[in-house]
């Protein structure tokens, strides 16, 4: 062994294998025979510890340092050392073939930036990213003879910042996802299946005492049984099998899991720490969003029980009314109740009493000064039987009752034995009376809104008979932004003569679908009675 390349090679495990090759079986010949300029790149190549490899000759014979050997994978070192570049990267050479004929034919240098190549170097398909330059090697008599690859393979910095970018999308769609749990799993399944490192996604929810599959992206190449699935959830933990990873979709603040997720790595990168990592990161994303969510959905089921409740408390049951019908549309959609409300009240000698009041405010706040109107008129109907001696009191209430100043009320009598419907009003919209020739506004006995100094409240009467409709709401129905009221109004007089034609239910929601377009964001109450 010559000399000189003895000392190159020595203290390297590259070099050792390079001693040991015959190199008299190669095109490149002895070490001996061997042109000053490729002495001087060997030299090179053995001396430094970044990537570098040599490829000299026709055949491109390779040489290479101990940097170039991870590039190399498991099963092509140390085979690779003195053979054909051809025969050593086959499966890539349509590639990188183009930047080797450029130096050799041109001597101009190449430069390319993390190149994307499916390598075959450890016993699968391999996805691997490279940023290299080839640079011409010369002969002594200045001829392009090889190509010098200096080399850094950037991989893992290309998959990591690709598996960010695929963790910030979902993030954000999951985020933007208004709905409920199943619109979170197909959001975070959507963009799941756009990335290139998920071969499949899976997720189950909670249902009763079951897992429910809500959706997947890909196809499984193998398949976890459910009862092992359930495990999972039931011990809030997570399974690996091969390279899929099944994880409880859980945080810290829940007792129990929602679901469980399924995540299949694709089988371009190896199944290695960073690989699982990702995997379990995107669990841990998709179950912070869901279990976050799930537990909003259980507070809003509380708040709608408790809300509930409130209703049957301060509201008359709509199914018990005899001859009417009532609809009720809280602002806020979480709620069964708001800040207006409605009652009817039976009345000695077959007299009804129709009440329909509007608090300011929305939400629980109003709710609750709500149902303390709503009982105090009705004590109020109960002992004094008239409008307006009804609103006098609720007057001299509201101003002991925090938040109840403004509030509108319309108090109504219906006599059907005397052909009569007394009211009065304060600050109320007026109702309307539907008869066989038309609608018209029922008017008179209008005052201010309750707890403010209006002067003494007066009764008005008008002429009902049977068959007649009376039709009482709240503002909520006919405000509208970018209209005035007085055209709002126009549009539900207009309207109201169709409510004979049909009973009372369709009478009411063909109403609320002709008038509740837009954005609403008032609560709304509709009673409908029919005379006689």
Request: hydrophobic letters at 45%; proline letters at 5%.
């Amino acid at each position: 062994m010559e000399a000189w390349f003895e000392a190159a090679t020595a203290g390297s495990d590259s070099g050792a294998v390079a001693r040991a090759v015959t190199w008299e079986s190669t095109p490149l010949g002895p070490p001996a025979t061997w042109p000053p300029s490729l002495r001087t790149a060997v030299n090179l190549c053995f001396s430094t510890r970044f990537p570098v490899m040599i490829a000299w000759g026709d055949e491109l014979t390779m040489i290479y340092n101990d940097g170039y050997l991870p590039m190399l994978g498991t099963e092509k070192h140390p085979a690779a050392m003195g053979a054909p570049a051809k025969e050593v990267w086959g499966e890539i050479w349509d590639d990188i073939e183009p930047s080797f004929r450029q130096v050799l034919t041109t001597g101009v240098a190449t430069w390319v930036v993390d190149q994307p190549l499916l390598m075959d170097r450890s016993g699968f398909t391999e996805e691997t990213a490279f940023s290299y330059s080839y640079s011409p090697l010369l002969d002594d008599l200045g001829h392009v003879r090889g190509v010098l690859d200096i080399a850094t393979e950037t991989t893992d910095r290309v998959v990591a910042a690709r598996r960010l970018s695929t963790l910030t999308t979902m993030a954000t769609a999951l985020a933007a996802t208004l709905g409920g749990p199943d619109d979170q799993v197909h959001a975070a399944l959507r963009a799941l299946g756009a990335s290139p490192d998920v071969a499949y996604a899976a997720v189950h929810l909670r249902e009763d005492d079951d897992l429910r599959l809500v959706g997947s992206t890909g196809t499984p190449r193998r398949e976890i049984p459910g009862p092992q699935l359930a495990a999972v959830a039931d011990g809030r933990g997570a399974l690996t099998v091969g390279t899929t990873v099944a994880t409880a979709l859980t945080d810290a603040r829940d007792a129990e899991a929602s679901g469980v997720i399924v995540l299949e790595a694709a089988p371009g990168r190896p199944f290695d720490d960073a690989n699982r990592e990702f995997l379990h990161l995107v669990a841990a994303a998709v179950g912070s969003a869901l279990t976050a969510t799930i537990r909003r959905m259980r507070e809003l089921d509380e708040v709608s029980t408790v809300s509930r409740a409130l209703q049957e408390a301060m509201l008359p049951s709509p199914r018990d009314l005899t001859g009417a019908v009532v609809r009720y549309r809280p602002a806020d959609g979480r709620l069964t109740v708001g800040g207006d409300w409605f009652d009817v009240v039976e009345l000695p000698g077959g007299r009804r009493g129709l009440v329909v009041g509007d608090c300011v405010g929305h939400g629980l706040a109003a709710a609750a000064v709500m149902g303390q109107l709503r009982s105090a008129a009705r004590a109020l109907l109960l002992e004094h039987g008239g409008p307006a001696a009804t609103l006098s009191g609720l007057d001299r209430y509201a101003r002991t009752l925090a938040g109840a100043e403004f509030t509108t009320v319309f108090v109504g009598v219906l006599d059907e034995a005397a052909g009569t419907f007394t009211h009065a009003a304060a600050g109320h919209l007026p109702p309307v009376l539907v008869t066989a020739t038309g609608a018209e506004w029922v008017l008179g006995g209008r005052g201010t809104p309750l707890g403010l100094d209006g002067g003494e409240r007066v009764d008005a009467t008008a002429a009902v008979t049977t068959g007649d409709l009376l039709l009482l709401y709240t503002d909520g129905l006919v405000e509208r932004r970018g209209t005035g009221l007085r055209t709002d109004l126009a549009r539900l007089r207009e309207h109201a003569p169709v409510l004979r034609d049909t009973g009372l239910d369709d009478a009411v929601d063909g109403l609320l679908d002709h008038l509740l377009t837009g954005d609403v964001r008032d609560d709304v109450v509709v009673l409908l009675c029919r005379v006689g």
